[in-house]
């Protein structure tokens, strides 16, 4: 049962581009979490999706990012027009049911570096 | 805003020591979660203790939960230089994390 899969591992824009990130949940989990953690720092909750849903995204700027996780494929975080400012490692983590009484799997992270 | 605070937000102990983390939050929780990350890596599931539980071992491992405090502690003992890692405290609601604590463990 392979882990959470989080691809790339690194990804480099310049600025102005669009970064796509994807993630995918452990086989049979269907809750998916992304989170944002800059360099010695801690993880920066954006947004938890289920199947199709868009369940919380209070920690989502609210221009250029986006989520989706649709009912086929993995969980994508969309970053349009980056800036120097979205470098950071992005993490995705995964939960069978709603993560209040279950513990989340991680994948090992995207590295976003904006040049 | 974080939910969970860590401190110290970094601890230096020599191997064989036991290390001891803290963490704080802020609202009313069902559970709360440590999580332990290696550099560069995912974070890893260590122990999810209920709000109805006092204390729970796993391994070297001892967290304690104080709801009147809205506190809890890690405790680790008999430390190993493959302890080094920072570990983070998180809460149900969203599992927001805190900044965590860097630990370090000399050989």
């Known amino acids: 049962n392979a882990g959470v899969m989080q691809n790339p591992r690194h990804l480099v824009r310049r600025r102005g581009q669009e970064a796509r990130l994807r993630c995918s949940p452990m086989?049979?989990?269907?809750?998916v979490y992304w989170y944002r953690q800059l360099p010695e720092e801690g993880l920066k909750f954006m947004v938890y999706?289920?199947?199709?849903?868009?369940?919380?995204e209070s920690g989502m700027p609210k221009e250029r990012f986006s989520a989706e996780f649709p009912k086929e494929g993995p969980s994508i975080l969309r970053i349009q027009q980056v800036v120097r400012g979205d470098s950071a490692a992005y993490f995705c983590?995964?939960?069978?049911?709603?993560?209040?009484?279950?513990?989340?799997?991680f994948g090992s992270g995207t590295q976003l570096s904006v040049l | 805003s974080q939910q969970g605070e860590e401190d110290p937000q970094a601890l230096s102990i020599q191997e064989g020591e036991n290390a001891t983390m803290n963490c704080s939050y802020k609202?009313?929780?069902?559970?709360l979660q440590w999580y332990r990350q290696n550099s560069g890596r995912g974070l890893v599931h260590l122990i999810l203790?209920?709000?109805?539980?006092r204390e729970k071992h796993s391994g070297r491992l001892r967290v304690t939960l104080d709801t009147s405090k809205k506190s809890s502690s890690l405790l680790i003992t008999a430390s190993r230089a493959a302890d080094t890692a920072s570990y983070f405290c998180?809460?149900?609601?969203?599992?927001?994390f805190g900044p965590g604590t860097s630990l370090s463990v000399i050989p």
């Open positions: 983590a995964s939960s069978r049911d709603r993560a209040t009484n279950e513990k989340l799997f």
């Open positions: 998180a809460t149900d609601d969203k599992v927001i």
């Open positions: 086989k049979g989990h269907s809750h």
């Open positions: 999706l289920q199947k199709e849903n868009i369940i919380d």
């Open positions: 609202t009313s929780i069902n559970n």
């Open positions: 203790i209920r709000s109805n539980e």
